[in-house]
Every structure is written in structure tokens, then in C-alpha cells.
């Protein structure tokens, strides 16, 4: 089992910037896809932002390419999402995910990823 604890959202106005963190305990490896969805109202998960653990390669969606930026501490298991210059359209639901022990896919599907955290709210005004 794998346990995810999500902080850090919140709301703020169009250009402003929050940084989400999210804290894995439990089964993993040295070596894991952990990274972010996204799901607004009535629209289906997206796939945020990824990073493999292993190598620090990492993954963004072309809608947060430039103005997001994805991390990691190995040390604490954390993984976080600088999120910056954030627009109306980033207001959604946002979820921390883990695929132990897995490369990452250049395509994220939710499928791939077992175990996600409990969400944190990103709401960004006009």
C-alpha cells in the first residue's frame, strides 16, 4: 500500500502562483512515476505533469508547458508542482499519483497509476 498526502491549494487571481506538494509514504521504490492530474466540472481527468523519480525526466501537459514546473526531494519522498503564471482554466481538482517502481509513459493514462491522493482544489479568477 501507498499513501499520498496532497497541500498546497488554494485560490488566487489569472498570473498568480501556488506550488502543490505531495508526500508518498508506504510501499515505494527508489524509482517511481509520481506526478498530477487534473479534473475540472464535468470534464474528464487530465494528465498534468509526471516525473520519474529515477532520472528526474519529467512530463508536462502542453496546456501547462512553461508556466508549470514539476520536482522532486528524494529525501522526503515529495514531490512538488510550482505552478505559476495560472490562468482561469487551471481551476479544477488537482490529484497527486503514484506507479511504483514504473518508468513513465510519454502518454499518461489514469489507468496506469494505482494509487492517488485525496485531491487539493486549485481555484484561479479573472
Known amino acids: 500500500q501507498v499513501q499520498l498526502v496532497e497541500s498546497g491549494g488554494g485560490s488566487v487571481q489569472a498570473g498568480g502562483s501556488l506550488r502543490l506538494s505531495c508526500a508518498a509514504s508506504?510501499?515505494?521504490?527508489?524509482?517511481?512515476?509520481m506526478g498530477w492530474f487534473r479534473q475540472a466540472p464535468g470534464k474528464e481527468r487530465e494528465g498534468v505533469a509526471r516525473?520519474?523519480?529515477?532520472?528526474?525526466?519529467?512530463y508536462y501537459a502542453d496546456s501547462v508547458l512553461g508556466r508549470f514546473t514539476i520536482s522532486q526531494d528524494n529525501a522526503k519522498n515529495t514531490v512538488y508542482l510550482q505552478m505559476n503564471n495560472l490562468k482561469p482554466e487551471d481551476t479544477a481538482m488537482y490529484y497527486c499519483?503514484?506507479?511504483?517502481?514504473?518508468?513513465?509513459?510519454?502518454?499518461?493514462?489514469?489507468?496506469?497509476?494505482?494509487?492517488w491522493g485525496q485531491g487539493t482544489q486549485v481555484t484561479v479568477s479573472s
Open positions: 499519483v503514484i506507479d511504483p517502481g514504473a518508468y513513465c509513459r510519454v502518454l499518461p493514462a489514469v489507468a496506469d497509476f494505482g494509487y
Open positions: 516525473i520519474y523519480t529515477g532520472l528526474g525526466s519529467t
Open positions: 508506504g510501499n515505494t521504490y527508489s524509482s517511481n512515476c
